[in-house]
């Protein structure tokens, strides 16, 4: 009976015996599943769970991970074994970008960068080099820290006027672009205003048509625009006084103040009797 108990620890002994004289022990073949890899590695199957994309979606761990250490020592596989065939994937360092492969689309730029971008946002670059501003000397990662991130325009400039809140600058601004400024014709007068108060005050002030009008009527599409009369008005004077002032500012000197014209210089000078020769 005695022997019987002592029997398991007789045979522990000459296991450790075996592995201490360098005896190969037979291995035995396993299949774990995502589950078991989770009971060790609480964070990462967490993090596939919460944010794996397709990490979570299309592989399991044994896909990517095809073995285990000891048996396995080089279990970390290479990005480009699945991510080919897109020029995004050429990039020669992953990890600098994807810091976790467990939450692939969780990007966070530790350094500087801009070159990387080019890959996918050739666009955006082009219209930065194109279109000089002071967004041309940044790097695309001084704004976008994070992938995706779309900052406010208030984080770095000051708004034209309290009326204007970050969520409208991009009504006139476009970010890789900002000198160029174009708007939609429903673009509300104030934020005109707060660069153009005096035009903006006397448009109003004054009871004419052109009151009536938003400032995007007149300034369509584009800053700094300024439309031709004729556009609305057409020949509003008879053709001889047209052939004379073809120009309309020449007697209406301000269109923000109809109201306020004077006759121009060539047709008061005109328009002067003739003085007679005093007799000697």
Same mark, same amino acid.
């Given at each position: 009976?005695?022997?019987?108990?002592?029997?398991?620890?007789?045979?522990?002994?000459?296991?450790?015996? &075996?592995?201490?004289?360098?005896?190969?022990?037979?291995?035995? #073949?396993?299949?774990?599943?995502?589950?078991?890899?989770? #009971?060790?590695?609480?964070?990462?199957? *967490?993090?596939?769970?919460? &944010?794996?994309?397709?990490?979570?979606?299309?592989?399991?761990?044994?896909?990517?991970?095809?073995?285990?250490?000891?048996?396995?020592? %080089? %279990?970390?596989?290479?990005?480009?074994?699945?991510?080919?065939?897109?020029?995004?994937?050429?990039?020669?360092?992953?990890?600098?970008?994807?810091?976790?492969?467990?939450?692939?689309?969780k990007v966070t730029f530790k350094t500087p960068m801009t070159e990387p971008c080019l890959a996918c946002h050739s666009s955006q670059i082009k219209q930065l080099r194109e279109n000089k501003s002071k967004h041309s000397a940044k790097n695309c990662t001084?704004?976008?820290?994070?992938?995706?991130?779309?900052?406010?325009?208030?984080?770095?400039?000051?708004?034209?006027?309290? /009326?204007?809140?970050?969520?409208?600058? #991009?009504?006139?601004?476009?970010?890789?672009?900002?000198?160029?400024?174009?708007?939609?014709? /429903?673009?509300?007068?104030?934020?005109? *205003?707060?660069?153009?108060?005096?035009?903006?005050?006397?448009?109003?002030?004054?009871?004419?048509?052109?009151?009536?009008?938003?400032?995007?009527?007149?300034?369509?599409?584009?800053?700094?625009?300024?439309?031709?009369?004729?556009?609305?008005?057409?020949?509003?004077?008879?053709?001889?006084?047209?052939?004379?002032?073809?120009?309309?500012?020449?007697?209406?000197?301000?269109?923000?103040?109809?109201?306020?014209?004077?006759?121009?210089?060539?047709?008061? #000078?005109? &328009? *002067?009797?003739?003085?007679?020769?005093?007799?000697?």
């Amino acid at each position: 009976m005695l022997l019987l108990m002592l029997f398991p620890v007789l045979l522990s002994c000459l296991a450790t015996q &075996a592995m201490a004289a360098g005896e190969p022990q037979k291995q035995i #073949k396993t299949t774990l599943s995502a589950s078991d890899c989770g #009971k060790c590695h609480e964070t990462q199957a *967490a993090d596939i769970e919460s &944010a794996g994309t397709k990490h979570k979606t299309s592989v399991s761990c044994q896909d990517c991970h095809t073995g285990h250490r000891p048996a396995s020592k %080089n %279990n970390i596989p290479a990005c480009s074994n699945c991510h080919q065939g897109k020029p995004h994937f050429e990039q020669k360092v992953c990890l600098s970008c994807h810091t976790n492969p467990h939450t692939p689309l969780k990007v966070t730029f530790k350094t500087p960068m801009t070159e990387p971008c080019l890959a996918c946002h050739s666009s955006q670059i082009k219209q930065l080099r194109e279109n000089k501003s002071k967004h041309s000397a940044k790097n695309c990662t001084d704004c976008h820290d994070v992938h995706r991130k779309i900052p406010q325009c208030t984080q770095c400039h000051k708004s034209h006027s309290a /009326d204007i809140t970050a969520a409208d600058c #991009k009504k006139c601004h476009k970010a890789h672009m900002p000198k160029i400024v174009t708007y939609a014709s /429903d673009v509300p007068s104030n934020y005109c *205003a707060a660069c153009h108060k005096t035009e903006f005050d006397l448009l109003n002030a004054k009871k004419t048509k052109h009151s009536t009008q938003s400032c995007a009527a007149c300034h369509q599409d584009k800053h700094k625009m300024v439309p031709n009369c004729k556009d609305c008005h057409g020949d509003k004077h008879p053709a001889g006084i047209m052939a004379k002032f073809p120009k309309c500012i020449e007697c209406h000197k301000n269109p923000h103040d109809l109201n306020n014209w004077t006759a121009a210089p060539a047709a008061t #000078k005109e &328009a *002067a009797p003739k003085k007679k020769p005093k007799k000697q």
